[in-house]
């Protein structure tokens, strides 16, 4: 095989290795096959258009061409003319799936499953990927480049992959691009055995001779495995890559509007920065015929899974909104319920494509693509749907049970229980033995899930505190629990993770709380109405509400001594006037509406952005473990540049004291003659006189002028300091170089002064240097090793004769 032949399979394996860190992002992973597929073609029309040949820009651009018309083929077939050729109708689909992709990526939680926008971001960043890598490394011949574009992909998929991108990924992409390289460094090696055939390097065969020329390769591989190691190693001590697909809210659909799953957001970090507003606005107003509005909370999502580092919504099926919602799961008809109903307007300027709505929800009437999720009996937009300017009318369950059925409610399903009673293998030892010291005495599930909230509201001396530490993980929880202070988040994970590991079935609900009654008979919810709690199943009452945040909310009435009783008055729906619209809305200057940063559209709080649940500040060696992890990937395919800057110093240093020295540096100068002519294309032939080097020199770079006669003074220089009777050694070397340089700046294209630059070909001095040392050490090694087994022999040999005698 041709070594562009390698170079090629190379690349193809370097890429799709590589992209291999994508596979945990989405499921199933067929896409890997189609990627794959169009890879390859891509990569064949390369070695067939540089058969041809064709110049470097026309085989990438038909390599560009070639995979347009197989994504064409793949995706947008319908649109396209005659099924391949991309006209305005397949643009038009290729820009459609793409928006559809990125609104799946911002929507999904990972694994997100394998839309067809998400599939063609994908497959299309595989082979934008594997077209840059295959230009550098085999079109340019320069494989070592080609590693920064494997990098990024690779980056990427780390970065999205909320801890997916194992070991196993990172040594699957490093041994794809250590075969790249071995494969240019073998087609190289070849080279120069070619070129340097009949003048062997010092200790060592020619490379024509066989043993030696293989030298470098075992070197490179020695490094190769020794980078490796040193790869894996480092990341252990560096911060851990977090969150799903850009972490956003939303949800996703299946074709057709069928099926499809959703995820939720993560409250922490909007629901601080909310509360936090100097100045509260309005994002929904609404009218109910409820009696009493204090337990009308007004729920976006449920968060069931605890996953160590924080709580967040499990992916779920999602389908369309029924004419009426199934009853709730585990309310049985013993517990009382009444029906309300309640007319929604949200502001113009809150947009969330969560549906704000009083638990449990019956009925939704509502314009528009919305979906629902019947886990947790959500309502979610679909196709950028959200609720800006929402009016709607929900009618929901007014769920009343009593403390005594409460207490006498059977256990969970088996299912449900092994569910949501999950708490992750690091929940810290004091955060149960806290719960079971707080529930001390209780009888059941139902007492001890009000001994929790008691002692959380009222008798633990807890504070609420918008300005305390932000953290959701356990270690968070534990400090929590020590320090005793925090906000809606920390009461609310806290006690659904204690509850769990009392065996009680508990997830955390984020919305807003009933907000604020107005003199037209409206309720008015504000942003810093946002507001956090748990949830508690009961089998027979459903999952129920309890209420642990001191000074915020209403205690729920079936946790106390009396429950009230009352009965619904009659419906009335809001007028469509100013007073039953949102009277307050976000301000002109401020950047982001605080709707939007509530609800984590808007990025992190940066008042909490820098600390986690792990807590402790910054630690000054990960720090500077990411400092130098950076500057070596930066700095790494600047080396050769950087070796070659400094040898050239090197040689144009001072001259010395003596005329040894000032011999020496002619020579030094020579020899980077000799180098930069070999950066600029013009291979050393070792066997010329210095002479007939210099016209050599000459004539390849195409010098003309001061530059050409600069080469022929140094060689005349060489051959006075190498042959005269007594040597003279010439002065101004160094400007002499500089107008060598200077005449193959000017004769050579852009292209090789490039490569010169950053990639000099007489950079392989450090591979031949790393090769004779090691040799040198294992010789002596050796040498060393026979030496003491002589001794050894000789000693025994005398040990026995001993014996003998």
Known sequence: MSGRGR?????????????????????????????????????????????????????????????LLALTLVFAREQALLGLLPGPQALGRFAALFRAGADDVSTYAIPAPDTEGIRLMLVGGVLVIGLLVDTIAVTFRSAAPAGLPLLALYSVAAGLSDGGASWLWFVLAATGYLLLLLAESRDRLSQWGRVFGGAPRPGGTAAAGGGQALAPVRTGRRIGVVAMGIALVVPAALPALSGGLFGGPGEGAGEGGRGGTISAVNPLVSLQDNLRQPEDREVLRYRTNATDTSGMYLRLVALDQFDGTSWKSSVRPIEDVPERLPRPDGLGEQVRTTEVTGNFVASSTYEQKWLPMPYPAARVEIEGRWRYEPAGRMIVGDDKQNTRGARYTVTSLDVRPTAAQLAAAPPAPPKLLAEYTRVPDSLPLDVKSTALQVTKGARNDYERAVKLQDWFATDGGFRYDVEVESGTGVQAISRFLERREGFCVHFSFSMAAMARSLGIPARVAVGFMPGISQSDGTMSVGIRDAHAWPELYFEGAGWVRFEPTPTRGSTPEYTRQQSPTGTPTESARPESSASAMPSAAPSTSESCPPELRRLGECGADPAAGGASSEGGGVNPLKVLLICLAVAVVLLLPLSPLLWRTRVRARRLGSSGRTAEDAVARTLAAWREIGDTAWDHGVAPDESRTPRKTAARIVRLGSLEGEPANAVHRVARAVEQVLYAPQPRPATGLAEEVALVRSGFATAASRGTRLRALLAPRSAVRVVWATSERWSAVTRAWGLRRDALSKRATSAFDRLSRDRAA
């Open 7 to 67: 170079l090629t399979l190379g690349s193809f394996a370097a890429t799709l290795l590589a992209a291999g860190a994508l596979l945990p992002l989405v499921k199933p992973a067929t896409w890997i096959f189609t990627a794959a597929i169009l890879l390859a073609v891509q990569s064949g029309i390369g070695v067939l258009t540089r058969r041809v040949p064709l110049a470097r820009p026309l085989t990438v651009a038909a390599q560009a061409l070639a995979s």
